[in-house]
């Protein structure tokens, strides 16, 4: 979720107690969400040419101070992120309705943005854990209504999944939705476990699956499974999304562009 590596993560946590983790007795460390803010934080920090030395020098209180923050979201950004946080979903709705009445596709965009700020403003403490549980849940039903107006229930040749385990299913709503505004018959089943995934590869003819990522994967992994689906089927395998964007394809060697 952060990109950095076990031992870097033990040794800022050793070295600087900038973290707070639980030890279980089993001996593994477990960490909260306002840890998991702290390391994005100071991640993003050195990124921009800050140094560890520097960062320091803030306390982990101010970290997570969101006013810290403030000036990273518009005006328009922080009202809706207010509606969020006060469970006015009503404004949330009258925003996106209007929107859809003029064009489908910018209110898929509009969606995604949506979305987008909602993992920000989560991460800079703004929205809670459960804030930005029951925001997505609202979505998801508020875009199955509006999809039921556009499926035709043609017998689909494009499968639209999430990558096993990855339980962040919305983008992928959002790509069948564009799916189906451009006609194409297809079938949105969110996360399957991959024995279930597999099985339904098996069982129909796709031309195209897309699998959506959301929290970054190793690159093997991704190879791996579109190895497994290619022994069973000759559909077309398409990796999308934020954790796919965030997966380090290995660069080549002389040797293998040779081969």
């Given amino acids: 979720m952060t990109g950095l590596s076990p031992a870097r993560i033990r040794k800022w946590q050793e070295r600087y107690n900038i973290l707070r983790p639980t030890q279980a007795h089993n001996g593994y460390y477990y960490y909260d969400n306002d840890d998991l803010r702290v390391l994005l934080f100071i991640k993003n920090q050195l990124s921009n040419g800050k140094t560890l030395k520097e960062l320091l020098n803030i306390s982990r209180e101010q970290v997570l101070n969101k006013n810290l923050y403030l000036h990273e979201f518009t005006q328009k950004e922080l009202e809706l992120i207010n509606y969020i946080s006060n469970y006015q979903y009503h404004e949330i709705q009258k925003h996106l309705d209007s929107i859809y009445k003029k064009s489908f596709l910018k209110w898929i965009s509009e969606i995604r943005n949506l979305l987008i700020l909602v993992g920000r403003a989560w991460e800079k403490n703004f929205l809670s854990v459960a804030d930005e ?61 991959k024995h279930e995934l597999l099985r339904e590869i098996r069982q129909n003819s796709y031309r195209k699956i897309s699998i959506s990522v959301v929290l970054p994967k190793k690159w093997k992994e991704l190879e791996n499974l579109r190895k497994e689906i290619q022994k069973i089927s000759n559909a077309k395998v398409l990796f999308g999304g934020y954790g796919f964007k965030q997966t380090q394809k290995p660069k080549k060697t002389i040797k293998n562009i040779r081969t």
């Fill in 133 to 193: 549980h029951s925001i997505s849940n609202w979505i998801r039903s508020y875009i199955a209504k509006h999809l039921l107006k556009e499926m035709k229930f043609e017998k689909p040749v494009w499968l639209v999944c999430v990558f096993p385990g990855d339980t962040h299913e919305l983008g992928a709503m959002l790509h069948f939705a564009k799916l189906l505004y451009y006609k194409v018959p297809a079938k949105f089943v969110g996360m399957l476990p």
